[in-house]
């Protein structure tokens, strides 16, 4: 599609575009459906829930987003960056999830969770009411940056195991060090359908830049292309041993996919929370754990979706926000999975010619009538496929391009960067981030920052011709004062229509954050027809070459 036909058409999720773009949303939904149904299920066993409570979940975010978000492009569902949460959540209240079959004590920490769900759903539709979205951008970039490689790191040493056929559970730190023994133990024949699962994930990639059918085909369906006849030829349907080696190994039941052994026997699945668990201080400490960083990577994923969207509409934060507490309160009260605005299919359906909302409507409904009407086929989905898909998914995010990245921005961001993701490992999720927060007030304070300025940004109008108003930062413009820098931009020019200067020459020290959220404000003025320039920062030394590296001021005045 061309530019002129991108800026002459922008399409809109109402009554009219349901018609208009049916059949490339209908395309794109049936797609995204093929790459969300085996990740569904994986997030969900990862998890510590059963496996069909990701495809509630995604099923209950497509028909709820729809009405409340006005993100076009977005998929609502589960996401690996909950992983962490959710079975940290399950393991607190005396569950161990998929590991040794599902228990009693499974269900009843299964159960809590679901309650968990609600109460930090209600916080984030309250969240988005009050209108504070925009909190999502208090966190330094590196923080974040960091505590997604930790979560990377997390899923592979939880999924390593499963992919060998090995019951294992413990600290993340310690079951890395434990690999060696994992493999030793390893049952050849599920190990052999993880690594094959493994190879196409990361193969399958690297053939699709070469090839345009390997490109039309997504790598998780030809994962189970190939491991659902593997487990078949192994008899996984079926409890036996074999012999290798002098070494009696036992194949099963227990290495696929637990669903339902009838048609809509999903109706069957649907489990309700138990909300007495909510006297216990130790749920709360992971409702704000889901709240927290739940609200974060889905306020992060929605930008990332808004700026590559082809026709650069810009979501409303606060309602996305809304979608997504409603979506998890809806999923939490049947038995799903927490959700978020997960990036990899979002992307997925912009890439697949997605126009509008109704992708979304669609990749549901295929994942429902799926669910519904073949279980008995998901059931042939081994194990080991799903944990090989999470593990390709922990390597990006936390792959070695990460890290070089980082150090290409900074020296400091690098610090931060490994700080939050060790922090993470050794602690977790939200101890870890708030490390990287110190550590980068830290730095800041090294810098030179002013310790009045960190919160509070000094910043002025200083000249308004009634078109271009320009404004004049100093003392500082960092991460943590960047709320209400952007929030008097946006008033003084954005919402009254008219193009802003922002003079940074007066600041002591202008960090990584900030330069990146300044090169996104300047998107969101150009979707408005004005612009925003950023004025001031030939007075300042850059920490590295990179554009959005921290940049000092050569000569500081005296404070």
């Not at 969900?44 to 995604?58: N, Y």
């Not at 269900?107 to 988005?128: C, K, P, S």
């Not at 490109?215 to 192994?234: D, E, H, N, S, Y």
């Not at 999720?429 to 090294?446: C, E, N, P, R, S």
């Amino acid at each position: 599609m061309s530019n002129s036909s991108i800026n002459r058409e922008v399409p809109r999720g109402n009554a009219s575009g349901f018609i208009t773009y049916f059949k490339q949303d209908f395309l794109s939904g049936f797609l995204v459906f093929l790459i969300a149904l085996p990740l569904c299920l994986g997030i969900s066993v990862a998890s510590g829930f059963p496996p069909i409570a990701g495809i509630f979940t995604a099923i209950v975010g497509s028909v709820v987003a729809i009405f409340i978000s006005d993100s076009e492009l977005t998929i609502k569902g589960p996401a690996a960056g909950l992983i962490v949460i959710a079975v940290g959540c399950i393991e607190a209240f005396g569950g161990d999830g998929m590991i040794g079959g599902w228990s009693a004590a499974d269900q009843a920490a299964f159960r809590a969770a679901l309650a968990v769900g609600v109460v930090a759903a209600v916080l984030q539709i309250l969240f988005g009411f009050l209108r504070a979205g925009i909190l999502g951008e208090f966190f330094p970039i590196s923080a974040v940056h960091g505590m997604l490689a930790a979560i990377g790191v997390i899923i592979i040493a939880k999924q390593i195991p499963v992919a060998l056929g090995v019951s294992a559970s413990g600290e993340p730190l310690e079951m890395l060090l434990e690999v060696p023994k994992y493999v030793s133990e390893a049952n050849p024949a599920i190990a052999a359908i993880g690594l094959v699962s493994v190879l196409i994930m990361f193969i399958w990639p690297l053939a699709g830049s070469r090839f345009a059918f390997a490109k039309m085909l997504p790598a998780p369906l030809i994962v189970l292309l190939a491991a659902i006849p593997m487990g078949m030829g192994f008899d996984l349907l079926h409890e036996h041993s074999y012999t290798l080696q002098n070494h009696q190994y036992q194949l099963g039941e227990q290495y696929l996919v637990a669903m339902p052994d009838r048609v809509f026997g999903m109706f069957d699945q649907i489990t309700t929370p138990d909300f007495s668990v909510l006297s216990q201080p130790t749920a709360w400490s992971w409702i704000m754990m889901f709240f927290i960083i739940g609200s974060l990577e889905s306020l992060l994923s929605a930008k990332a979706v808004d700026l590559i969207d082809p026709w650069r509409r810009r979501s409303n934060m606060d309602r996305d926000m809304i979608a997504v507490g409603a979506g998890n309160l809806c999923a939490s009260l049947v038995g799903g999975l927490p959700m978020i605005s997960e990036i990899v299919r979002s992307r997925a359906n912009i890439d697949n010619g997605a126009r509008t909302r109704f992708a979304n409507f669609w990749h549901g409904m295929f994942l429902l009538v799926c669910v519904a009407l073949i279980p008995m086929v998901l059931h042939r989905i081994p194990m080991a496929a799903l944990a090989a898909m999470l593990i390709y998914t922990g390597f990006r995010l936390a792959h070695p391009r990460e890290f070089m990245n980082v150090m290409r921005i900074g020296r400091e961001q690098f610090v931060i960067f490994v700080t939050t993701l060790v922090a993470v490992l050794a602690t977790d999720l939200l101890i870890g981030i708030a490390i990287g927060i110190v550590t980068k007030f830290i730095i800041h304070m090294a810098n030179g920052v002013p310790l009045r300025s960190f919160f509070k940004p000094e910043i002025e109008v200083v000249e308004d011709d009634g078109t271009t108003v320009r404004i004049v930062a100093r003392k500082s413009a960092v991460f943590s004062n960047w709320i209400q820098m952007k929030i008097r931009i946006e008033r003084e020019g954005l919402l009254v229509g008219k193009n802003v200067e922002l003079d940074l020459s007066e600041t002591r020290l202008v960090d990584h954050s900030v330069m990146d959220k300044l090169h996104g404000l300047e998107n969101d003025f150009e979707q408005y027809g004005l612009t925003f320039t950023v004025l001031g920062l030939e007075s300042h030394r850059p920490f590295t070459q990179h554009a959005h590296a921290a940049r000092k001021r050569i000569y500081a005045d005296k404070v």
